[in-house]
Each structure stands twice: as structure tokens, then as C-alpha cells.
T-cell receptor, first 112, second 115 residues
Framework: EDQVTQSPEALRLQEGESSSLNCSYT??????LFWYRQDPGKGPEFLFT???AGEEKEKERLKATLTKKESFLHITAPKPEDSATYLC?????????????FGSGTRLQVQP | NAGVTQTPKFQVLKTGQSMTLQCAQD?????MYWYRQDPGMGLRLIYY???????DKGEVPNGYNVSRLNKREFSLRLESAAPSQTSVYFC??????????????FGQGTRLTVV
């Protein structure tokens, strides 16, 4: 069974204080790992897709990396507008599994 | 470009009542999904439709039915609502579930309370 575990559950940072969020996964053949951002009362918004170990992607203050067992979302010099819940999801490779398995998310709060 | 539109946004049901959640996408996507989100449990897949004319069960299908009405629309029906179905429901769509993977786009959610 595919499993995705995110840590920490909640993280409070001061503006400018860099940190990383962790996503550990267990799947039968990873086809892709996705990061989403979710604001309160909204649906998840796509950030990145990573396909293979060693891959990295960046967008503004966010950088996502992938190893064979986990992914990190690095946040450099965060701003209050980065406050949100960050969700990690995987899509497995075996036949018949056609949708995403999500972690429970990390709630990030960035204080001015 | 509206993306994925869900209706209603909020709903309160009494136990045993039925209702249908509507979802429409205007991105010409082939695949559509229904998820539920509960505190501490992440998003869990209820049903999905890989392409028009097909539907399949996800992780938590009991108590739900779906209809892929056409390529744009995918509805979720609760035949006899139970308090355990109190949740936030998200519809999503993606171009395809096949390689190369494409990301899923989500609607704004329907907040359902069953009393």
C-alpha cells in the first residue's frame, strides 16, 4: 500500500528564517511526486512535479528535491504570504493505480 | 478560464438525506477525480474517471456513487447521508493519468455537514 508521511505537522517561522519540509514515501514504483500549496478554504494549488531521484525544481523562494525515499521542500527567506498548508502526493507505477496518494500536510505559518 | 467548478460550496444534510455534488471542468481534461479531506488524514480518493465513459473506485468509495456525464462533468452522489460523511469534498481534473504525468487541478471544495 502506498504511504506518504509529512513532517512536521506544523511549523512556525519568522520572516526570513529558512527551513525545510519533509515528505517520506513508500510506493510500488514511483511515477511522480507532487507538491501542492493549500490556502484556508481553498483547493490545493499545484507547485512542482518530480520524477526521479536527484531531480530539483525551483519557484521563487521554494525549492523541491527528491531522493529514493523522501522529498524536501526548502523555503528560503520566507514571507508571510508563504503561510499555507503544503501537501505532498505520489503517483505509483503499478497498473491500475491512476490517482494520487496524499500526505496529511504541513501547516506553515510565517510571522512578520 | 474557470478551471474546475464545484457546486454547492456549502451544504447541511440530515442523516438519511441524499444529494449530488456537481463538478465541471473547462480545460478539456480526460481524467476527473473526487477526493474527501478530513483533519489529520489528508486527501483520500473516493472515485475517479480516467476517461469519458469509465469510472473506478478509489480508497473510500462506500456510501458514494458517481456519474461521468460527459467529458466536462463528473458528479458525486450520496444516496443516504451519514454523519461520517461530514467532510470537505474536492473535485479535480488532469489531462491524463498516463505518462507523461500531468498535474491535477482542484476545485474550491464543497463543505458538507451531515447532522
Amino acid at each position: 500500500e502506498d504511504q506518504v508521511t509529512q513532517s512536521p505537522e506544523a511549523l512556525r517561522l519568522q520572516e526570513g528564517e529558512s527551513s525545510s519540509l519533509n515528505c517520506s514515501y513508500t510506493v510500488s514504483g514511483l511515477r511522480g511526486l507532487f507538491w501542492y500549496r493549500q490556502d484556508p478554504g481553498k483547493g490545493p494549488e499545484f507547485l512542482f512535479t518530480l520524477y526521479s531521484a536527484g531531480e530539483e525544481k525551483e519557484k521563487e523562494r521554494l525549492k523541491a528535491t527528491l531522493t529514493k525515499k523522501e522529498s524536501f521542500l526548502h523555503i528560503t527567506a520566507p514571507k508571510p504570504e508563504d503561510s499555507a498548508t503544503y501537501l505532498c502526493a505520489v503517483q505509483a507505477g503499478y497498473t491500475g493505480r491512476r490517482a494520487l496518494t496524499f500526505g496529511s500536510g504541513t501547516r506553515l505559518q510565517v510571522q512578520p | 478560464n474557470a478551471g474546475v467548478t464545484q457546486t454547492p460550496k456549502f451544504q447541511v444534510l440530515k442523516t438519511g438525506q441524499s444529494m449530488t455534488l456537481q463538478c465541471a471542468q473547462d480545460m478539456n481534461h480526460n481524467s476527473m477525480y473526487w477526493y474527501r479531506q478530513d483533519p489529520g488524514m489528508g486527501l483520500r480518493l473516493i472515485y475517479y474517471s480516467a476517461s469519458e465513459g469509465t469510472t473506478d473506485k478509489g480508497e473510500v468509495p462506500n456510501g458514494y456513487n458517481v456519474s461521468r456525464l460527459n467529458k466536462r462533468e463528473f458528479s458525486l452522489r450520496l444516496e443516504s447521508a451519514a454523519p461520517s460523511q461530514t467532510s470537505v469534498y474536492f473535485c479535480a481534473s488532469s489531462e491524463s493519468w498516463k505518462q507523461p504525468l500531468t498535474e491535477a487541478f482542484f476545485g474550491q471544495g464543497t463543505r458538507l455537514t451531515v447532522v
